[in-house]
């Protein structure tokens, strides 16, 4: 039985590497290639995806998992080896359902596709793009016609980001959240706006990187293990414990964007470096959950990153970066403006109210276009008119409508709800911290993270993929699911900023 144990894992390792080769041509591709790279760089990461998915539904690692049943068994749900075996299986039982063809053709696809919405967005031409954005949308029907029986097309999609989630109860949580929220919006922006104008001013780029860079080291990213670079769309790529790499992206007439984007990343990155490391080179490593992913990043974004604690502490050390553009502001002044809502057009962008809106109207689309209801080609009107019904503001051209995200140009469909289920969870598990840790929000006031940061390792990041987000829920809020903490936060806080009270 250890034999055959040890043998799965070396095949789990050899698996991984093959993956960290992708994940890494994936990074270079968005950080450092040369533009005449992109063609060829598209074939190689098909050809590894390709060679990873045969070597992983190889018969014979069907055969040791039919072994290893009793050593599962035995070593329990919670073990380590169970862990390994578990979710090996999981990933298998799927894998096999899919042809390497597929993968290999999927992976070329999404590359070409994402090739040419980076020359794309800039030139506000959806039309180029159209085509590849079809065929991606049709890969991911192909994808799911090889799970006959789901209730919905994208229920297999969310499967690979959100385990067990179904569009179904997306729909459901959606619809109860709209709820609450809605009103919460129309009271804020019925109010008459406040102007910030020195959020507009020029913050020098190479001050932006070093003061996000040096709270996330503060926060417990360790640089020793990670780095941060530039790329067109920020992101967190992980191909080991021991290698967490973060992006941002620098706009010298919007400081907030790059810095919001670091303690994102950050928080990310943070996730995946606290892996306990028994779990390099298994499909345990990393985090559970895009959900619970996304839980980590905007905690460490938006409840510790934009709040007045965190601020009081560290905006006297954002004057000495920046001391003629915030001469005149004073803390309060900062602190509305950073949490200022409004009608906005760029998802990445917005303000925590509205945030959820944008995510709304992505996964609605998705739905549409997957159910037949909604063609491709009237993507970029219909994406018009919901932004107005639903925010009250009307991009004026594709490039800041349907053309601002990385996300379907890249092939990934049914991943949008990740980000609220991430918002909803992030306040569940911030709230059991406060319960079990009531100093951490006075810590953050003396900038001090590691009581905080400690207990997320031990709760949640050190278990990588080991639970599911529906079990990490129950182990350490006793609850299901529920935007209640939610709600609650966006009501105290914005309630407070906006006299909503
Ligand atoms: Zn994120």
Not at 33 to 52: D, F, H, N, S, Y
Not at 179 to 189: A, N
Not at 274 to 290: I, Q
Not at 413 to 442: R, V, W
């Amino acid at each position: 039985m250890q034999e055959a144990y040890k043998e799965l894992k070396f095949r789990l390792a050899e698996l991984s590497h093959i993956g960290a080769a992708t994940s890494l041509m994936g990074w270079d591709q968005q950080v450092n290639m040369p533009p005449g790279g992109a063609e060829v760089r598209g074939k190689q990461m098909a050809t590894l995806a390709k060679i990873g998915h045969e070597k992983f539904i190889d018969k014979k690692v069907g055969e040791l998992l039919e072994q290893l049943k009793p050593m599962e068994e035995e070593k329990g749900y919670e073990s380590v080896e169970g862990s390994v075996i578990r979710l090996t299986r999981r990933n298998y039982n799927k894998a096999v359902k899919v042809p390497p063809e597929f993968t290999a053709r999927a992976q070329k696809a999404e590359s070409e596709s994402f090739d040419v919405w980076i020359k794309a967005r800039p030139a506000n031409d959806f039309k180029r793009v159209q085509p590849y954005l079809q065929t991606n949308f049709d890969l991911s029907k192909e994808y799911a016609d090889f799970f006959p029986g789901y209730e919905h097309p994208l229920d297999p999609l969310i499967d690979g980001y959100e385990y067990g989630m179904k569009a179904a109860k997306i729909r459901e949580i959606f619809s109860e959240l709209r709820k609450e929220l809605v009103p919460v919006v129309e009271s804020i922006l019925s109010q008459e706006p406040e102007y910030f104008s020195f959020m507009k001013k020029i913050f020098p780029g190479d001050q932006q990187i070093a003061f996000g860079e040096s709270i996330i080291k503060e926060f417990g990213y360790d640089f020793n293990r990670g780095r941060q670079d530039m790329a067109p769309h920020p992101f967190t790529q992980g191909t080991s414990i021991g290698d967490v790499r973060i992006t941002t992206r620098v706009h010298e007439d919007n400081f907030s964007s790059a810095m919001f984007s670091t303690f994102h990343e950050g928080g990310h990155a943070m996730y995946e470096q606290g892996c306990d490391t028994v779990f390099e080179g298994t499909p345990v490593r990393g985090g559970t959950s895009l959900g619970v992913h996304e839980s980590q990043s905007r905690l460490w974004e938006n409840v510790i990153g934009r709040s007045m604690p965190f601020w009081k502490h560290n905006y006297p050390r954002l004057k000495q970066h920046f001391p003629e553009q915030l001469a005149d502001i004073s803390l309060d002044k900062f602190y509305r403006g950073i949490n200022r809502v409004e009608r906005s057009l760029i998802r990445v962008e917005a303000d925590e109210v509205t945030y959820n809106l944008h995510v709304m109207m992505r996964f609605a689309f998705e739905c549409d276009v997957l159910d037949g209801k909604l063609a491709v080609e009237e993507l970029p009107e219909a994406w018009k008119d919901r932004m107005e019904s639903d925010i009250g503001i009307r991009p004026a051209d594709d490039k800041d409508g349907v053309l601002q995200d990385i996300h379907w140009y890249s092939g990934i469909i049914g991943y949008f709800q990740c980000y609220t289920l991430g918002n909803i969870m992030c306040s569940q598990f911030y709230d059991a911290a406060l319960k079990a840790h009531p100093e951490i929000t006075d810590e953050i006031g003396q900038g001090k993270y590691d009581t905080l940061h400690n207990w997320l390792k031990e709760k949640i990041y050190q278990h990588g993929h080991r639970y599911t987000a529906n079990e990490l829920l129950k182990n350490i809020t006793g609850d299901e699911l529920t935007i209640k903490p939610y709600m609650n936060y966006i009501k105290t806080k914005y309630g407070e900023l906006y006299d909503l009270l």
